[in-house]
């Protein structure tokens, strides 16, 4: 977990590069429109383009527009919900994602040019370098568009490519009744204009075509308030499991507020939201206890090995020895707690893998790695270990498997980290 003052700083950056960019590309956007010789010219390219980035303008004081729409103010809440449509959010979330990043590259690439100018402080009557300029103007030209390039796959491509991750999860005390019991989880549907009800039906298809045991759900229904919740509901609790189907909630039901109200819903359609519960499960003669908290909160500046006092809060009252316990968590940083505790397997998500993943030096980079040592995947952390002791009672490892979940938050695009529907198989081991 990275401490305040960094949090602070990368939230700064990542605003001023926002508000640099767009002041930067407006800028060229005005050079193009002032440049036409006609004036109907001028007008045919400015109406468009300024209008595009007035629609900007009105998007980033939207979000206020919530406090008067909570007030009461029919025609703000009308203004609001027109901002919320895919097909205003989505141009302009790939626009902003691709926009920012081409602006950095540019940045990037013309820096060093400008500080060995600086330097070698050049007479005006030095001679002219042509193929110096034309060398900096491609370069800055394939850097302003590969990122536009990668957003549009990440897109088109990398957003749409569902598909069944299986894997097998060894637990030692695993009883041999279920031995090849069959977990399909779906996590961070993020039900929203990036992912609208049709894309979530789609999900729904190819999850229905898995034959689970359990199915399991953990949290990120919907992104904000507003968003076609019950919709998304009514296609998730479609999937079916042969002994039952279980959930836990996420950060953007919180953030939501309808807590109550997604669990209600669930509830009426056969899906147990369990909320700092546990149900004891009876299947093929043996018994698995299911466990489930809502969202637990990120303690900040603490190391990982610190974490552990900070979650999963009065857990140990929910576990039941001799038998396997599972935990439903969306956050996978509980699992150091989680370990402590004797859980043998821990199911989270919230991560997205990073949603955009950059291999640099064969080494992967996620943006996730700022939340979580725990990306996505599968992890094993000795059972029973205290992080406070130099004993451990460890007799078996614990698990805990990350999806990157199906939806997207902040831009429509996935790069390196595919959406997955989850397929965890119990093995004995």
């Known amino acids: 977990m990275m401490p305040a003052w960094l949090a602070g700083a990368i939230f700064f950056s990542v605003l001023g590069l926002l508000v640099g960019s767009q002041a930067f590309w407006f800028s060229r956007a005005r050079k193009l429109v002032r440049g036409r010789p006609r004036r109907w010219q001028r007008w045919a390219l400015g109406v468009p383009l300024y209008g595009w980035f007035l629609l900007l303008g009105g998007v980033f004081v939207a979000a206020p527009l919530r406090w008067a729409v909570a007030g009461g103010a029919p025609v703000l809440l009308s203004l609001f919900m027109q901002f919320r449509r895919s097909e205003v959010m989505i141009p302009i979330g790939l626009w902003l994602t691709a926009s920012m990043l081409s602006f950095l590259l540019i940045a990037l690439v013309r820096l060093p040019a400008l500080v060995h100018r600086a330097a070698a402080r050049r007479k005006t009557d030095d001679p002219p370098l042509p193929e110096r300029r034309y060398f900096l103007q491609t370069a800055t030209y394939v850097a302003g568009a590969v990122p536009f390039v990668m957003v549009g796959y990440g897109f088109l491509i990398g957003r749409q490519n569902y598909g069944v991750q299986e894997v097998t999860v060894p637990i030692r005390a695993l009883p041999e009744a279920l031995d090849g019991l069959r977990l399909l989880q779906l996590t961070d549907v993020h039900a929203s204009a990036y992912m609208p009800v049709a894309e ?212 429509p695009v996935r790069l390196n980290a595919p959406p997955e529907i989850t397929l965890l198989t119990l093995r004995r081991g």
Request: aromatic share 8%; net charge neutral.
């Open 200 to 411: 979530i039906r789609r999900v729904v298809g190819l999850a229905r075509e898995v034959e689970a045991d359990l199915v399991l759900h953990t949290g990120d229904f919907i992104t904000s308030r507003g968003d076609p919740l019950e919709a998304a509901i009514l296609e998730l609790a479609r999937v079916e499991g042969r002994y039952g189907r279980f959930g836990c909630l996420g950060n953007h039901e919180i953030y939501a507020g309808v807590e109550d109200y997604t669990t209600e819903l669930f509830g009426q359609r056969g899906v147990v939201i369990l909320r700092g519960r546990s149900t004891e499960l009876a299947i093929n003669d043996a018994r698995l206890n299911l466990i489930g908290v809502d969202y637990q909160r990120q303690p900040r500046g603490l190391e990982p090995e610190q974490w552990a006092s900070n979650f999963l809060k009065g857990v140990e009252r929910l576990m039941r020895p001799g038998m396997p316990n599972i935990l439903l968590t969306h956050n996978p940083n509980p699992f150091v707690r989680a370990a402590e505790l004797g859980i043998d397997l821990t199911v989270a998500g919230h991560t997205h893998g990073g949603q955009v993943q950059v291999e640099i030096l064969d080494t992967r980079w996620s943006p996730a790695r700022f939340i979580t040592p725990f990306i996505s995947g599968l992890y094993e952390r000795p059972k029973g270990f205290s992080s406070t002791s130099h004993e451990s009672p460890v007799t078996s490892h614990a698990s805990l498997y990350v999806s990157r979940g199906i939806g997207t938050i902040a831009m």
